[in-house]
């Protein structure tokens, strides 16, 4: 199993920047794929920006070119640079680790953008 722990969610307004972390901890070796999800209030979760072990990344349409997923392997960190942020973006984020035994999730971080 791997335990996953979020920071660096906020408050920002529209346009403005946040950059979230997910330190990861436990059989991290085991780690096929890890990702940021969203749920918003009243939605499904939503899978906003992932990352696979042969560094592949791939975006959901409405982040493309906004949000940056980034990985740092000496620091076991995850990492989501959020820029030109919209009110539409405002949702829990979780950090995802999976792997062929395992689907890990943290415990989320709020982000809310204010217009």
């Known amino acids: 199993q791997v335990q996953l722990v979020e920071s660096g969610g906020g408050l920002v307004q529209a346009g403005g920047s946040l950059r979230l972390s997910c330190a990861a901890s436990?059989?991290?070796?085991?780690?096929?794929?890890m990702g940021w999800y969203r749920q918003a209030p009243g939605k499904q979760r939503e899978l906003v920006a992932r990352?696979?072990?042969?560094?592949?990344?791939n975006y959901a349409d409405s982040v493309k070119g906004r949000f940056t997923i980034s990985r740092d392997n000496a620091k076991n960190t995850l990492y989501l640079q959020m820029n030109s942020l919209k009110p539409e973006d405002t949702a829990v984020y979780y950090c995802?680790?999976?792997?062929?035994?395992?689907?890990?999730w943290g415990q989320g971080t709020q982000v809310t953008v204010s217009s």
């Open positions: 995802n680790a999976w792997s062929w035994t395992f689907d890990s």
């Open positions: 436990g059989s991290i070796f085991s780690i096929k794929i």
């Open positions: 990352s696979t072990n042969d560094g592949s990344t």
